[in-house]
């Protein structure tokens, strides 16, 4: 839905209630939170019923103070609203994510030799292929649901060639992973989104046991056979790290490619730009993934009083980081709501900062470079042909359903001799 159509955010902030997924179908988010960011940077977001207070933080140079502290900012309570104010996550001390200290550090390190960009360097060619090859049969059938056709089935198979999963299984998890992290409207339900999540585990559980007995070069059996000081991983560690792989590979680069499409349609000078040669692939891929910041917002709990501008934190207390407001702080980024592709420089927080920073950044901005490229050399417009749909969701943004049409380029000279 064009920004213009939506509702402008209330003259008091308190009413807006952000736990809410509707609030962020209904309301501006320029509005939204050009309002936080310079009436209420710091805000107490009310309790409400029984849902809890939390902080509402919207200025980057806060966020990424926030991100950076994590002796006075904890994750082992939960890092989303869903779980912060529920009072904690089950998979504290044994996933990455929700892991502070010399637990984390080992198994973050363990996890990086599977991601860093040089261990990857063979998956890179293969992204770009499948890329291609997906975009090319809408290109040739010249409509499609870019979310169902296209983007659904890129980053699951990439995470599932890492992990080895059975190619027919893979589109049941995609299935899980929307279910978990967001709906498809408001109408599924939370326990759904339990479900869902237990679905994964226990997958990834007896995946976890079959590689236990017949273990292959996958991330999954190097994960299952890694030892620290001498002692092995947890079962519960391996399948919670695998559940999380899954999760944080699939979803948000999926909403990123697809709102990266969104954006180039919608900008046509940008999209000229690109095409022309005149922005590199990698600063539009910056862009868009700025733009698009999938993950709005994560959290963390306070151990200690802090200090924060005008307020004070205090102990105890559940702040929330909203990444879908630093990536747009006027004082970091020129003219933020303009779609810029020669963007420069663009420090933008989609994949977090400090010592939980995304481990699969290398690979998310791989899967959206992919695309860009994919699309610039092969496709001469995009034409968004109705709405796309959006996720029903106060933490992911993003979309489960887009029409569009796509014209082949021409390919060369050859072309013209045919015509
Ligand atoms: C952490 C976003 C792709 C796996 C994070 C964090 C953010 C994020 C913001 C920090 C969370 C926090 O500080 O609490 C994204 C976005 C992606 C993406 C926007 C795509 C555009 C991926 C991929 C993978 C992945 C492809 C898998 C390979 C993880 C893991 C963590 C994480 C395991 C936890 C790291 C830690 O706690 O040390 N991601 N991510 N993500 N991400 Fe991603």
Redesign the pocket.
């Known amino acids: 839905m064009p920004v213009q159509e939506l509702a402008q955010a209330p003259d008091d902030l308190a009413a807006l209630d952000l736990t809410d997924p509707q609030t962020f179908l209904d309301t501006d988010p320029r509005d939204l939170w050009r309002r936080f960011r310079t009436e209420s940077p710091v805000h107490w977001h009310p309790a409400r019923g029984r849902t809890p207070g939390f902080w509402v933080v919207s200025k980057y140079a806060d966020a990424v103070d926030v991100?950076r502290d994590n002796k006075r900012f904890t994750?082992e309570q939960g890092?989303v609203l869903a779980t912060l104010l529920q009072g904690g996550d089950s998979a504290a001390g044994k996933m990455?994510?929700v892991t502070d200290g010399k637990r984390?550090r080992e198994i973050?390190n363990l996890?990086l030799k599977s991601?860093s960009p040089r261990v990857l360097e063979p998956v890179v060619a293969g992204v770009h292929r499948h890329t291609r090859e997906l975009l090319a049969q809408v290109v040739e059938s010249g409509e499609a649901d870019f979310v169902s056709e296209v983007v659904d089935h890129i980053?699951i198979h990439t995470?599932g060639e890492l992990l080895d999963i059975p190619v027919a299984d893979r589109a049941q998890l995609v299935a899980w992973n929307t279910m978990t992290l967001s709906r498809h409207s408001g109408e599924d339900s939370e326990f759904e989104s339990l479900m869902a999540r237990n679905e994964i585990l226990l997958y990834m559980a007896q995946l976890m046991a079959e590689r236990r007995r017949s273990p292959g070069d996958d991330v999954l059996s190097v994960l299952a056979a890694a030892t620290i000081d001498g002692e092995r991983l947890t079962e519960d560690e391996i399948v919670l790290?695998c559940y999380?792989?899954i999760l944080?590979?699939d979803e948000?680069?999926r909403m990123?490619l697809t709102g990266g499409l969104i954006a180039l349609a919608e900008n046509p000078e940008e999209w000229r730009r690109l095409k022309a040669g005149e922005v590199t692939s990698d600063s539009a891929t910056e862009e868009i993934?700025r733009w698009t910041t999938?993950?709005m917002h994560?959290g963390r709990r306070a151990l200690a009083d802090v200090p924060l501008r005008d307020r004070v934190i205090r102990a105890g207390d559940a702040v929330t980081l909203w990444?879908t407001s630093a990536n747009f702080d006027e004082e970091v980024f020129a003219d933020p709501y303009r779609f810029d592709v020669g963007r420069s420089p663009n420090k933008h927080v989609?994949?977090?900062h400090g010592?939980?920073?995304?481990?699969?950044?290398f690979?998310?901005r791989v899967h959206?470079n992919a695309m860009v490229e994919a699309v610039r050399d092969t496709v001469a417009d995009i034409t968004l042909r109705g709405p796309a749909t959006r996720l029903h969701s106060n933490f992911i943004h993003g979309y489960s359903g887009l029409p569009v049409a796509l014209r082949a380029e021409r390919t060369g000279p050859a072309d013209e001799e045919i015509r």
């Open positions: 991100y994750s890092t990455l994510a984390h973050r996890m991601f980053p995470m790290n999380s792989l944080g590979g948000s680069t990123s993934l999938p993950a994560f990444n989609v994949f977090g010592p939980h920073f995304c481990l699969g950044a690979l998310g959206v």
